[in-house]
């Protein structure tokens, strides 16, 4: 796995040039460099939980939504509890190098003095090299939500069996502004493997930014307009961003 060096946005943007080569690349930031790429759910504190939280979460969550999805919309769902923070088996990227650099080095001041990294994926490669083609699915593709139902039926049986402990890159359904600004793209974890693992050749990279170097691209961003109220498109954040604006 290669690793790279990003010390402000001018020396991102010239990585990420030099990334793009005709090929559809995703970016995942992380505030912590120490942090594997392992989806919310599969971390151990949730461990042999999974049902629970998803088959709870329809119960109970179902009163408050004024649009439920049908039961058996598993990815109508799934991408319900992601959106509202429930732990799954979905890792959230973005097309864009920006919104991963927010989340590496905005806002995180009990990680001030740890490197971050922006995670650097090419999703089809990913897919190739899980026996799916060149190809990206949606979410809501019948691979997917083959991929999707064990996280609510844990005897379920797939009718394709190459599913079976498989990562997906898939693209969301944008039915929500904080997925359409954040320019989601998802993998989809089927499997206990973890990407650092199954990576070759140029499918997945890093970009180190050094702990020194957080601020000056955090003030950086939000002179480009990436602050949280973009980030987060709703009144709770636009007061929150305010609020600390004016104080």
């Not at 991408?79 to 799954?88: D, E, V």
């Not at 961003?221 to 104080?247: F, K, N, Q």
């Amino acid at each position: 796995m290669k690793e790279y060096c990003a010390l402000n946005i001018g020396e991102l943007i010239q990585l990420v040039c030099s990334f793009q080569d005709d090929k559809i690349v995703w970016y995942r930031g992380h505030s912590d460099i120490s942090w594997p790429l392992v989806p919310s759910v599969q971390r151990q504190k949730y461990a042999g939980k999974e049902q629970y939280l998803t088959n709870d979460f329809y119960m109970k969550a179902s009163v408050t939504l004024q649009d439920k999805p049908d039961f058996r919309s598993y990815s109508d769902w799934l991408t319900i509890m992601r959106h509202y923070g429930l732990p799954t088996r979905v890792l959230d990227w973005s097309r864009s190098p920006l919104i991963a650099a927010y989340f590496a080095v905005c806002n995180q001041e009990k990680n001030a003095d740890e490197d971050a990294c922006i995670w650097v994926l090419h999703p089809e490669e990913l897919n190739a090299e899980e026996g799916f083609n060149h190809y990206l699915y949606s979410i809501d593709s019948n691979t997917a939500v083959q991929m999707i139902r064990p996280a609510f039926k844990k005897e379920y049986v797939p009718d394709n069996p190459r599913v079976l402990d498989r990562i997906l890159a898939c693209y969301p359904i944008e039915h929500n502004l904080r997925v359409y600004v954040q320019q989601s793209a998802f993998t989809l974890h089927n499997s206990m493997r973890r990407l650092e693992e199954i990576a070759s050749g140029s499918m997945l990279s890093r970009i180190v930014i050094p702990a020194g170097s957080k601020k000056e691209m955090e003030a950086e961003l939000m002179a480009l307009g990436v602050t949280i109220s973009y980030i987060y498109p709703d009144s709770e954040h636009i007061a929150e961003e305010l609020t600390e604006r004016y104080r």
